[in-house]
Nanobody
Framework: QVQLVESGGGLVQPGGSLRLSCAAS????????MGWYRQAPGKQRELVAT???????NTADSVKGRFTVSRDNAKNSVYLQMNSPKPEDTAVYYC???????????WGQGTQVTVSS
């Protein structure tokens, strides 16, 4: 059974920094794509950034230059370094993973990030 466990959310001041982590387990062959999505109150879930097993990234324009996604394939883990966050980045952040063997998609339980002074 695949599980994604997130950590690192919380309250951060505008202009500060925060790092989200997600550890995936339960897939022997690993994950092709991993990354982060977010959902703010009253809005649809949206892409933040994803990264392939080979290191290619896809980052939303709204966070490009401020947020950086990375991964450790050996640990089946993905990270999101959030620099200079803005109040509009406040949302529940969800870890995402697509299994290499069959393409099934998995989600973490979500971690709240609040950007406020």
């Amino acid at each position: 059974q695949v599980q994604l466990v997130e950590s690192g959310g919380g309250l951060v001041q505008p202009g500060g920094s925060l790092r989200l982590s997600c550890a995936a387990s339960g897939s022997i062959f690993g994950f092709n794509v991993m990354g982060w999505y977010r959902q703010a109150p009253g809005k649809q879930r949206e892409l933040v950034a994803t990264i392939t097993r080979g290191g290619s990234t896809n980052t939303a324009d709204s966070v490009k230059g401020r947020f950086t996604v990375s991964r450790d394939n050996a640990k089946n883990s993905v990270y999101l370094q959030m620099n200079s966050p803005k109040p509009e980045d406040t949302a529940v952040y969800y870890c995402y993973a697509r299994a290499l063997i069959n393409g099934n998609e998995y989600w973490g339980q979500g971690t709240q990030v609040t950007v406020s002074s």
